[in-house]
């Protein structure tokens, strides 16, 4: 049996998180679940997420957080060092890699499967050195277009987002004919570019971009037409985590709720986007989500058994 300790950063003594002494084989893209919707866990190492932002800050308590999460079941750790929601200031590429690097190291080596969440392909070259196995590009191609070649050069699973803009200009690139068939066609368009770097369809998720270029009633319709991404013939992910959308569903007396109000939101959101055959969701809240997407695998129409063969009781 491994021994165990107490993480730093974990709160009272008398609840401490154990930490693997030994190392574990790193986790393999290829032995995740496939009986049911993925839970990807996020983990922000910023000081101005929208909804943890400086909960994680430091190496410590973000290695700490990420084994919570890890030893609570989420299937992937998503470590981003760099706040992507509108309005967000960029960081340095140096600055990212000193916030992300160190928290990898640690999570694959006790055995947690990573993605990297990153616009940058410095910051993800150096994310796979370090043991991630998945690329989550947010700006879909639209900062540095050498995030292709990257992917196909490291053979890995390429998160796809759709976004317009950047976080400065996004909320006002909201105009749309179809926002389920428009977010297909623009993503299509990136798509290509992929293929023609040599990332192969199989590498590549899709994401909607929910709150990305996209207001309240534009979200809620692509978690209804979800088929429509799927059409595409790849895996989707669904990232509504605490997003404001939901604050603005469960506004009372004209005040929105807070992101982390928002919990029981996003497990309902999980448990439906898992019932219409979402690949993964990435949450915050790691243990509602994966209760979530297990009562929707048990949901999920089976095939019908035979009956008694003739002639027996």
Do not use: C
């Amino acid at each position: 049996m491994d021994s165990l300790a107490a993480a730093p950063g974990t709160g009272p003594a008398t609840s401490p998180l154990p930490v693997l002494r030994k190392p574990r084989p790193a986790a393999k893209f290829q032995d995740l679940p496939t009986d049911r919707t993925l839970v990807m866990g996020i983990l922000n190492v910023t000081p101005d997420s929208f909804s943890d932002g400086g909960d994680h800050a430091t190496p410590d308590t973000a290695i700490a957080a990420g084994l919570r999460m890890f030893y609570a079941g989420a299937d992937i750790i998503d470590v981003g060092g760099e706040s992507t929601r509108p309005g967000a200031t960029a960081v340095s590429v140096d600055e990212e890699q000193r916030r992300v690097v160190p928290v990898i190291e640690a999570l694959v080596k006790a055995g947690a499967l990573i993605s990297i969440d990153t616009t940058h392909a410095a910051t993800a070259a150096a994310a796979l050195k370090a043991g991630a196995a998945i690329i989550n590009d947010v700006s879909g191609l639209t900062m540095e277009p050498e995030m292709a070649e990257l992917a196909a050069r490291a053979q890995v699973p390429y998160i796809l987002t759709h976004r317009r803009g950047d976080a400065s200009t996004m909320n006002a690139l909201t105009d749309y004919r179809d926002v389920a068939q428009d977010v297909v066609t623009e993503l299509a368009g990136v798509r290509d570019k992929l293929y023609a770097a040599g990332v192969a369809p199989a590498q590549i998720i899709v994401d909607p971009g929910l709150g990305f270029a996209k207001n309240d009633a534009q979200n809620w319709e692509l978690l209804q037409r979800l088929e429509v991404l799927q059409g595409m013939g790849h895996k989707v992910l669904v990232a509504g985590s605490r997003k404001r959308f939901l604050g603005s569903l469960l506004t009372v007396a004209g005040k929105a709720a807070q992101p982390v109000e928002r919990d029981a939101a996003t497990a309902a959101v999980t448990a439906i986007s898992a019932f219409r055959g979402a690949w993964a969701v990435r949450v915050h809240d790691v243990g509602a989500s994966l209760d979530a997407v297990k009562v929707a695998a048990r949901m999920a129409p089976r095939p019908a058994t035979a009956g008694p063969a003739a002639g027996t009781d």
